[in-house]
């Protein structure tokens, strides 16, 4: 078949994985791929190819550099007013997906915290941003560390309160990303949605077989 990917924005190694896909029978196209490539038919033998968000996020997934690390890094404000978001909330969900998580507050290396953040989400397979603030102002520490993690092609996943959402207290920037609010629903409920998040995305993590024996530590400082 003819495929017409002129209009598309391609990067080089994710034309080369279209291309593989593409010599595939457009049957096989649409069972790989599913709904992360809309393809329209132009006429005659020729089609148009778009490659959606969700194919964008497998991409991306594809070039990340931590695939066999164990650990998701968490950036949030450290408050009480956040205490039950952390350990019912986001340590659970990456627990149940099979992973253990990282907060810098918990680290035993004894550095600056700068550089204990930007070293430990080097070395994260993912992280968890959550914007709360407490108001309307937003926490530039964590939209640093998002920022960071992204440029460097590891995951993110974006969390809020659901009222940050409602109150429009989330930067404009960031509000076309996907997130899962907090608030409304009991912590048990928010914690199984984003592992369900983070293990659609990652995989099962390595340690999904004890994610129900408990709190998992080891002697670097990452916790579960």
Request: proline share 5%.
């Given at each position: 078949m003819i495929v017409d990917v002129d209009d598309v924005l391609i990067d080089v190694e994710s034309r080369e994985l279209l291309g593989q896909v593409l010599e595939e029978p457009y049957c096989s196209l649409a069972r790989i791929w599913g709904f992360k490539l809309k393809v329209d038919h132009q006429g005659g033998g020729s089609f148009r190819v778009v490659i959606q968000p969700t194919g964008w996020q497998v991409l991306d997934q594809l070039r990340s550099p931590n695939q066999s690390v164990d650990h998701g890094f968490i950036a949030m404000w450290f408050s009480d007013a956040t205490l039950d978001l952390r350990e019912k909330g986001l340590k659970p969900a990456i627990r149940m997906a099979g992973y253990r998580s990282f907060l810098v507050d918990e680290s035993l290396k004894n550095r600056s915290i700068?550089?204990?953040?930007?070293?430990?989400?080097?070395?994260?397979?993912?992280?968890i941003a959550d914007l709360h603030a407490g108001g309307p102002v937003p926490r530039g520490s964590v939209?640093?560390?998002?920022?960071?993690?992204m440029g460097h092609k590891i995951p993110v996943y974006w969390t809020c309160q659901q009222d940050?959402?409602?109150?429009?207290?989330?930067?404009?920037d960031v509000r076309q990303y996907v997130f899962t609010?907090?608030?409304?629903?009991?912590?048990?409920?928010?914690a199984k949605k984003l592992s369900s998040?983070?293990?659609a995305n990652e995989g099962a993590g390595p340690l999904k077989e004890l994610s129900t024996v408990g709190a998992l530590t080891d002697p670097a400082g990452v916790t579960s």
């Open positions: 700068d550089s204990e953040i930007v070293a430990n989400i080097r070395r994260a397979r993912f992280l939209y640093f560390e998002a920022g960071y993690a940050d959402l409602d109150k429009k207290h989330i930067a404009f609010p907090w608030g409304k629903d009991p912590w048990d409920a928010f998040i983070i293990e």
